[in-house]
């Protein structure tokens, strides 16, 4: 326990850091005093006047006072800080005073007062945001037609939040549109407003109550756009009627297939599949991001404040509000904090009785959501974020999603997720790379949630095809690459175009590392592909992928994408001078593909290229031979396998699987006994002219490769004479025969040559010990 009177640790770091930085303090000191002013009501005309002659008194008194003076022309920074605030805010009243009871249909050029307040609000808005009393005021103004609709414009574009924006603003500002004061382009500012301001609304249960009014807005071709892009964030299953469905499907005939009409169809029919038969696309950006006007003023508010994004109100009964932890990265701008639409009405507040509130609040909101245990109890009534892309940082509501499988809940979060990456890709912006950071930081947040579900997003497909062509393969390199890695299951030529052509140009444009890398992350997106299919191998067609294709064709897909991969790996390898840390992830790559049918149990065996094999199969690196091994022994095994089985698989599906893979499997087999074993590499159909050997210096090949002389194992033959005959004066690799032979083996296996000991004893019969 701290002693009486001393400051804790935590408080002191605080004030420390206020101090360090008096502008940020000022900024924060008011607008928190504008907030709190704000919640409490207004003072009478008479305090007001009181309080104006008080302090003309005091300043006249300090005036004559020499020392009063000296002291005023002593004030500290921060001091003079609060007062230009201070002065600000009063500025800030003012204006807000002078609009709420200002003349009607003024011109903004002919009233110099006008400007001045109208430049007030501005610079106060975008400093350091409204207030809710404020925007309330204001948002009247600006749709009750006060004033001409350039000044109604200017009043919306800066209606920034410090914090929340009340429901009951937002109520009373939709009335002013049945009135018909304001012009068609404050309405669609309005309505962009809405939109970019979603989250910032406290509550949404009055405003779901105007429903049909939004709904019958959409008879408005300028309107509907706007209207579509906040009824997809409004929409419930409660709002899905038959006739709402009938008439977007007579608005889609007159005004043919827009995409923000298919946003709202797909969404009525992802809640009520029965309504609509029509097939939809669900893998489009449907909207443009609303948030351009307002998204710079929104970044810098949220960062200039205590609080980094809206929260909802506090309880007075119940569980309290959790404020969310710190996050691993500061990517707060960009994913939004848990705020449910729940709503919270303080108990006692206007007579409310404890069984209303009770009654009322049913739901579970996601900010009360702590543990695994109260996710089961509360998992059927688990109210969601108003805003989807909340859920990416808050295991829980992840694994909600992943139980539920709702998918009008994944539906909203590719929706925000493209609306987002859309605006906050970075070399969108001519390689703006101010933002990398953070960006950054956000794609490793939706990796992360990628990783958890076991699934891709179909939004980050659409950000790949997009910004694929502009990327330059170095700005946020591990996360792009890990983004391809968890690309959704396709057809392989149809993507290979826009995904795998541009991939290929990098990756023989780029440095071994880059190189390195793409192998690495097309072998987890081979991998992911597997395990997505194998779940699906009792199906005779792939209902979940939007193509449609057959089981074959998505093996196809497979077997493509292997084919890709050797090819980029054969061209890779002639680029790097056959490296050897290249081959390494070459070889990882097959690791993969040699067990893709007792592994995943899919009818699928794909041998690596001559060009890889040989390669390995030459390598001085003993651990390049090793891996090789155990490779061909697990190829080996599924070919087995997959002969045992082949009448029946071919009861199921078309099995990919031909003599020429027997064939090409045999020829790798000869070759690799001969050289290792029987000292007869490349006889008759090889792939080697003995030619070429002699060209080199080697007119003995026959019998220069086997465990013994091979190249990558020949170090090992001088240690094992070394050690195991000391005696012998000259050592002679040649000598190893026989008895020494089996000596030998057991050497090399216990030096963790554990690939080549599976190799041999699964391939190489013992009786033909040299």
């Known amino acids: 326990m701290p002693r009486e009177g001393a400051t804790p640790r935590s408080k002191r770091s605080s004030l420390t850091s206020e101090q360090d930085d008096p502008a940020r303090t000022c900024a924060v000191m008011s607008t928190q005093k504008r907030i709190k002013n704000s919640q409490t009501s207004r003072t009478s005309q008479h305090n007001n006047s009181y309080q104006t002659n008080l302090l003309a008194w005091k300043l006249n008194e300090d005036l004559s006072n020499p020392k009063s003076i000296s002291k005023h022309g002593q004030n500290s920074p921060v001091e003079d800080s609060e007062q230009g605030d201070e002065q600000a805010e009063d500025a800030l009243q003012i204006a807000v005073r002078y609009f709420e009871k200002g003349p009607f249909k003024t011109s903004r050029s002919k009233d110099n007062t006008l400007e001045k307040h109208l430049k007030t609000v501005e610079s106060m808005a975008w400093k350091n945001g409204l207030a809710p009393e404020e925007i ?35 109520v009373k500002a939709v009335s002013w549109l049945c009135v018909g004061k304001c012009c068609g382009s404050t309405k669609v500012l309005f309505y962009r407003w809405l939109v970019a301001m979603f ?27 706007y209207v579509c892009h906040f009824l997809y964030l409004l929409t419930k299953k409660e709002n899905v009627k038959p006739f709402r469905v009938r008439k977007l499907l007579d608005l889609q005939a007159k005004m043919g297939r827009q995409p923000y009409l ?60 959790v404020r969310p932890s710190k996050r691993k990265w500061d990517s707060h701008s960009l994913i939004p904090v848990l705020h449910s639409n729940i709503q919270s009405k303080e108990y006692g507040k206007k007579g409310m009785s404890l069984s209303d509130y009770l009654s009322r609040n049913r739901a579970f909101s996601a900010e009360q959501l702590k ?6 109890q509360n998992i059927h009534c688990l109210e969601l974020p108003s805003q989807m892309g909340a859920v990416l940082n808050n295991s829980l509501l992840l ?17 925000w997720l493209s609306q987002t990456l859309q605006e906050e890709c970075i070399w969108y912006k001519v390689n703006n790379y101010e933002c990398e950071k953070e960006f950054t930081n956000f794609l490793d947040t939706i990796i992360k949630a990628e990783c958890f579900l076991q699934e891709g997003f179909y939004s980050c497909e659409a950000f790949l095809y997009k910004s694929l062509p502009l990327w330059d393969g170095f700005c946020c390199r591990s996360q792009f690459l890990q983004l391809v890695s968890w690309f959704p299951f396709s057809s392989f030529s149809e993507v290979k175009p826009f995904i795998f052509d541009r991939l290929a140009q990098l990756f023989f444009t780029s440095t071994i590392y880059f190189k390195c890398s793409v192998l690495e992350n097309l072998k987890e997106l081979l991998q992911n592909w597997l395990l997505w299919l194998s779940m699906d191998i009792h199906m005779k067609t792939v209902t979940d992928s939007s193509l449609e294709t057959t089981f074959s064709g998505s093996m196809q897909s497979v077997s493509e994408l292997i084919n890709y991969v050797g090819w980029l790996s054969i061209n890779g390898l002639r680029l790097e001078s056959n490296s050897t840390f290249l081959l390494h992830f070459v070889l990882d790559f097959y690791e993969k593909v040699c067990d893709i049918y007792m592994n995943y149990n899919l009818p699928l065996v794909v041998l690596f290229p001559p060009g890889i094999f040989y390669i390995a199969l030459l390598s001085l690196d003993s651990s390049i031979l090793n891996q090789l091994c155990y490779i061909m022994h697990r190829y080996r095994n599924n070919l087995t396998a997959a002969k045992k089985n082949e009448l029946i698989l071919k009861k199921k599906s078309e099995f990919i699987f031909s003599s020429k893979t027997c064939q090409e499997y045999n020829r790798y087999l000869t070759a690799m006994v001969g050289c290792l074993w029987t000292s007869k590499p490349f006889q008759k159909g090889s792939y080697f002219d003995p030619e070429v050997f002699k060209v080199i210096g080697i007119a003995k090949y026959k019998t220069s490769l086997n465990l013994v002389h091979h190249p990558a194992l020949l170090s090992y033959a001088i240690s094992f004479l070394l050690k195991e005959y000391p005696e012998e004066r000259r050592v002679n690799v040649s000598s190893i025969r026989g008895k020494k032979w089996n000596e030998y083996l057991d050497y090399l296996f216990s030096e963790g040559l554990q690939g080549l000991k599976l190799f041999i004893r699964s391939s190489i019969r013992h009786s033909s010990v040299p």
Request: some cysteine.
């Open 199 to 225: 989250d910032f609304i406290d509550h949404k249960e009055k405003i779901n109550l105007l429903y049909g009014f939004f709904f019958a807005s959409l008879q408005d071709d300028t309107l509907c756009p």
């Open 399 to 415: 694994h909600y999603i992943n139980c539920i499988r709702d998918e009008s809940l994944l539906l909203r979060l590719y929706h």
């Open 371 to 376: 543990s695994f245990p109260q996710l089961l």
């Open 136 to 170: 309330d005021i204001l948002l009247n103004v600006a749709l009750s037609g006060k004033f001409g609709s350039a000044v109604n414009s200017r009043i919306l574009r800066c209606m920034i939040p410090a914090t929340l924006i009340s429901e009951d603003s937002v």
């Open 262 to 321: 298919h946003a709202l169809l797909s969404l009525y029919k992802f809640f009520v599949p029965t309504l609509i038969s029509v097939s939809l696309p669900m893998k489009k950006i449907y909207f443009k991001n609303p948030e351009n006007l307002w998204k710079t003023a929104l970044v810098a508010v949220r960062q200039r404040n205590q609080e980094p994004s809206p929260e909802p109100l506090k309880l007075i009964l119940g569980a309290a509000t």
